[in-house]
């Protein structure tokens, strides 16, 4: 293969790379700001004009869903999340490479069982409405199996890069 082919290759895959998480974290702000919004519509409804709003709940509740998910996928892709590691730190070389690779192994594999539960529960609850908006609750179940999945692609590209 040509050295520019190469190349091309190589830019379009990190511009794909760079729209996806671009696009993943413009959705994970976006729901968290549309539900701060309806989060203050709820309370100004209820204690300034005294009229209740029931959809502002559940829509809330939905949007907080989507962007904790999404939320938790970007915090995998810049390895934010918390975790103790009081043995990996008292570890070096090798031995705190295979324990790292360990670790990241049984996260992808509690990832994955909860990936299928949640394509499970989407199947269960499909053509189920939420009660107050026109929402099915696969759609909610599919912000975890989404950022769950994308954790799982993370995971196991770390592991292989970590291995070889």
């Not at 909860?114 to 609850?125: D, N, V």
């Not at 189920?128 to 999945?149: D, H, K, T």
């Amino acid at each position: 293969m040509p050295i520019e082919a190469t190349e091309n290759s190589n830019n379009l895959m990190k511009s794909t790379k760079t729209g996806f998480w671009v696009a993943v974290e413009t959705i994970a702000l976006f729901c968290f700001s549309l539900m701060f919004v309806i989060m203050l519509l709820q309370v100004l409804s209820r204690y300034v004009l005294k009229i209740g709003m029931p959809w502002t709940d559940e829509a809330a509740r939905f949007l907080f869903l989507w962007s904790t998910f999404l939320g938790a996928a970007i915090a995998q892709r810049s390895n934010s999340h918390i975790r103790v590691s009081i043995l990996t730190d008292r570890l070096r070389g090798k031995v705190k490479q295979i324990f790292v690779v360990a670790a990241s192994s049984l996260e992808a594999v509690v990832s994955i069982i909860i990936f299928i539960g949640t394509i499970l529960m989407m199947k269960k609850t499909y053509g189920i409405l939420a009660s107050s908006i026109p929402i099915g609750y696969s759609w909610i179940y599919l912000s975890l199996a989404l950022g769950v999945s994308i954790i799982v692609v993370l995971l196991l590209t770390d592991i292989v890069k970590k291995i070889v």
